[in-house]
């Protein structure tokens, strides 16, 4: 008799075939490129991970590929990591999660799995997008000979996200539907689609990083602060899971047409707007992103893979023009940016 895979081993399959998927996706549009790097890598106190990225290296003596490919930058992350978390961490933790027992000098083992990715594509004409979907589990100490202890604290998040430099409103459309339709909870999406134009809001520039799509995190039976509690949503690991494995899914169907749309060429113009945009991508990530300040705090974290979300290029201007002319297509964006619209 066969035992049921747990929820640990039933996301590590998901993220590793959802991995597979993708790089295979975005590989097949442009086939004339380099293909993906893929990093395996191991975690000294327990775990491992692969990172496959995408970037054209320059010749010696240049400062850039002078490749003309579909993609400029992207990285497709797995990591699969356990250890113990010290009281500090379940403190903080425990604001939503108080299943977790803590006592100020107990660590407790945990169990993290999920996937990350980051695309920019080179066109300005073309959006960068964003999605991440993890799982993570506390559970008491393990009894010795045992495998793991009594699972005491677990939830689910995630979310995806689209920024471009110029505002299409067919891909808007396209890529929120996509979302929506994956999600099968309208007040989900929506509870969702508002907490990621939070999220993504850079308080310095009173500018969302881009047009949103969704957010959300601490997802599991307990109370949620955000959803109320008449709302039918899903609930039970499985039930959660079943949620997470759509969303992922629907990745490449909602993303990838974009990048097959025949676009206008872009001038010189266009690609120092895409730049300018890109300095804001790079601001909220580093100043404002949570995950990423995790990670850096995190001793003997892979810097590499938590900076791959950073584009390969970007610029800033004191004082820019670009974006102030009434009427201009960098000026619809910001209208945007300001003022997050609904798109599906």
């Given amino acids: 008799?066969?035992?049921?895979?747990?929820?640990?081993?039933?996301?590590?399959?998901?993220?590793?075939?959802?991995?597979?998927?993708?790089?295979?996706?975005?590989?097949?549009?442009?086939?004339?490129?380099?293909?993906?790097?893929?990093?395996s890598w191991i975690r000294a106190q327990g775990g491992r991970?692969?990172?496959?990225?995408?970037?054209?290296?320059?010749?010696?003596?240049?400062?850039?590929?002078?490749?003309?490919?579909?993609?400029?930058?992207?990285?497709?992350?797995?990591?699969?990591?356990?250890?113990?978390?010290?009281?500090?961490?379940?403190?903080?933790?425990?604001?939503?999660?108080?299943?977790?027992?803590?006592?100020?000098?107990?660590?407790?083992?945990?169990?993290?799995?999920?996937?990350?990715?980051?695309?920019?594509?080179?066109?300005?004409?073309?959006?960068?997008?964003?999605?991440?979907?993890?799982?993570?589990?506390?559970?008491?100490?393990?009894?010795?000979?045992?495998?793991?202890?009594?699972?005491v604290a677990w939830w689910f998040g995630g979310g995806c996200d689209l920024t471009p430099s110029y505002l299409d409103e067919e891909d808007a459309k396209h890529f929120h539907t996509s979302l929506k339709d994956a999600c099968q909870n309208e007040e989900l999406y929506r509870t969702f689609k508002k907490w990621c134009d939070e999220y993504f809001y850079i308080s310095h520039r009173q500018e969302t990083r881009g047009i949103g799509g969704m957010f959300f995190d601490d997802l599991s039976s307990e109370k949620h602060a955000r959803i109320s509690e008449d709302v039918v949503r899903p609930r039970t690991p499985d039930e959660i899971f079943a949620f997470i494995s759509r969303l992922g899914k629907a990745f490449i169907p909602s993303y990838i047409p974009l990048l097959q749309k025949k676009r206008d060429v872009p001038t010189d113009h266009h690609r120092r707007w895409q730049l300018l945009r890109r300095g804001r991508y790079v601001e909220f990530n580093l100043i404002y992103d949570r995950g990423t300040k995790f990670g850096l705090k995190t001793p003997s974290a892979r810097i590499e893979s938590i900076l791959m979300s950073l584009p390969e290029t970007a610029r800033w201007e004191y004082m820019s023009e670009l974006g102030t002319e009434e009427g201009s297509e960098e000026e619809r964006l910001l209208k945007v940016l300001k003022k997050p619209a609904d798109w599906a």
């Fill in 1 to 39: 008799m066969t035992t049921a895979p747990s929820m640990r081993q039933k996301m590590e399959k998901f993220i590793d075939d959802l991995q597979n998927e993708i790089v295979a996706a975005l590989e097949q549009l442009d086939p004339n490129a380099p293909k993906f790097k893929r990093d």
């Fill in 49 to 151: 991970g692969l990172s496959c990225v995408f970037a054209c290296t320059p010749q010696p003596g240049e400062t850039a590929s002078a490749l003309q490919t579909k993609l400029e930058k992207a990285g497709v992350n797995v990591s699969v990591v356990h250890g113990m978390l010290p009281p500090a961490a379940i403190k903080e933790m425990r604001a939503d999660h108080s299943s977790i027992p803590y006592d100020e000098k107990t660590s407790l083992p945990f169990f993290a799995a999920g996937i990350s990715l980051v695309i920019h594509p080179r066109s300005p004409f073309q959006p960068t997008v964003h999605a991440n979907y993890r799982y993570f589990e506390i559970t008491e100490t393990a009894a010795e000979g045992g495998e793991t202890g009594k699972v």
